[in-house]
């Protein structure tokens, strides 16, 4: 199959308000990257890719746009400013603005940044910096309040264990939650109307536990599990399942993981890896998945894997639809 794609000129690379010319690929797709974000816009449908790392302390700050109808895959990059280079930022598609939300994440000096965006399917708005510094933490819009609600993260000196919400401007609500962790996978669950939470880092390891967000408190509703702790896991709901998915991630042996799991009411079912001969997407971390409402997919693109000491970035395009992965372009 091939991927085709239209190349923009380069974006400009916004250090928060923005400046600087960001690198971009040479290639007709975002090329290898890992903590990037990746959302599906259900009104136009199509995939917004943004920032993440080609390698380690490399952040980007372009913007890519995808179209993937059967097996076929379009790339486009779009050509206009938009936030500053950066990686792990949190996002979610905001359906009664329309746009998909971002915030915060790590900048191309390794700063944590605090600012929010929008895009509208044709350009970046800033929205303006807050009190709430994150990077590696999640967020998810919560339909029963149009809100938008995050979790947790690295604020540049330590691992927080705050939860926020936005509605307009961000509010840190005054709440007890999970304990402090980054890197976790985060989905919400239309069926029970609650925000899953699974897995994460802190300073002194992983965990393995499930919480879950009902718009007013947080529950734990599962583990620890023996050996199942992960971290850099990424987490989307799938209708089809009736459950949240969670994939890939990291260990704690440091071991990227090619698992497909599926979390329900605190129970966490592996689906199983794909067998000998089976196509599918091999370990990996510091990915996202996202769903594509229109096909009844999810879709993930890239991560992280290792090779010996050496940090590799994947720039492989994947979707799963239900019972198996399928590869949507040649990407290596």
Same mark, same amino acid.
């Given at each position: ?19 600087? +010319? ?25 995939? %917004? ?18 179209? @993937?109808?059967?097996?076929? !895959? ?10 500053g280079a950066r990686g792990f930022a949190a996002t979610a598609f ?78 840190? %609500?005054?709440?007890?939650?999970? +304990? ?6 985060? @989905? ?19 965990? @393995? ?7 007013? $408190?947080w529950r734990q509703v599962g583990g620890p599990y023996d050996n ?10 799938? +209708? $089809? ?77 994947? !979707? ?9 372009? +040649?990407?290596?």
């Amino acid at each position: 199959m091939r991927t085709t794609g239209v190349f923009g000129l380069a974006l400009l690379a916004l250090a928060s308000a923005g400046c600087g +010319p960001a690198p971009v690929p040479e290639e007709p797709h975002p090329g290898p990257r890992w903590g990037h974000a990746f959302v599906y816009d259900p009104l136009r449908d199509n995939v %917004v890719l943004f920032g993440g790392a080609p390698r380690r302390g490399e952040y980007r700050g372009d913007t890519w746009i995808l179209s @993937a109808t059967g097996g076929e !895959a379009r790339w486009r990059l779009h050509d206009g400013p938009g936030p500053g280079a950066r990686g792990f930022a949190a996002t979610a598609f905001h359906p009664e603005r329309g746009t998909v939300m971002l915030h915060g994440g790590r900048g191309a000096d390794g700063s944590t940044l605090t600012d929010t965006w929008e895009w509208d399917g044709a350009s970046w708005r800033s929205l303006g910096a807050s009190e709430y510094r994150a990077d590696h933490h999640r967020m998810v819009h919560l339909p029963e309040s149009g809100s938008l609600v995050a979790f947790g993260g690295w604020d540049g000196d330590g691992v927080l264990g705050s939860t926020w919400s936005w509605d307009g401007v961000w509010t840190q %609500v005054d709440i007890d939650g999970p +304990p402090p962790r980054s890197a976790f996978g985060l @989905a919400y669950d239309p069926g029970r109307r609650r925000a899953v939470l699974h897995g994460g880092l802190w300073i002194n390891g992983q965990y @393995a536990d499930v919480w879950e967000w009902d718009g007013v $408190a947080w529950r734990q509703v599962g583990g620890p599990y023996d050996n199942s702790s992960v971290d850099h896991n990424s987490m989307s709901y799938f +209708p $089809a399942a009736g459950r949240v998915l969670s994939f890939g991630g990291k260990n704690y042996r440091y071991q990227p993981l090619a698992r497909l799991s599926a979390i329900r009411e605190g129970r966490v079912q592996s689906l199983g890896a794909a067998g000998e001969g089976v196509e599918a997407p091999t370990p990996r971390h510091s990915t996202d998945l996202t769903y594509d409402s229109r096909r009844g997919r999810l879709l993930l693109y890239g991560g992280k894997y290792y090779r010996l000491d050496e940090q590799l970035a994947l720039a492989d395009l994947w !979707a799963w639809d239900g019972e198996s992965w399928s590869r949507l372009d +040649p990407a290596d």
